[in-house]
């Protein structure tokens, strides 16, 4: 954060289309949100490119994730993992529900992927 820049009013819309229509409508100066809900609103003509535009992307990170309870079955969470691992965009049934995500595969993860992302949250005084 710039502090020459004099931010009166710092606000959570809920929902990414939601930023982009708040800085459309200049209910807000910048908001942030992601960037293939962006590059969606862009493609859909919902927000004019010229009128909002992007001044900064953060590097890839590792975000949105399933998680499940520690003390699930490992037989259940076995079967869940493999069933998102297998879905394949090229069979029209696992491409609906890829699109959903925006994605085209799941890619398998781990705790130590979100160190930064956990750390980040600290730093700003999110998590204790």
Known sequence: ??????????????????????????????????????????????????????FYTTPGYYDYNWSVRSDMNPVVRQKLTDAFLALNKDNPQDKEILDLQRTTRFIPTKVENYTSIESAARNAGLLK
């Open 1 to 54: 954060i710039n502090p020459d820049v004099d931010m009166k009013r710092i606000a959570f819309s809920g929902a990414h289309d939601a930023t982009v229509a708040a800085v459309a409508g200049g209910k807000v100066d910048a908001g942030a949100l992601n960037i293939s809900v962006w590059e969606k609103l862009v493609s859909e003509g919902k927000v004019d490119p010229k009128v909002v535009r992007v």
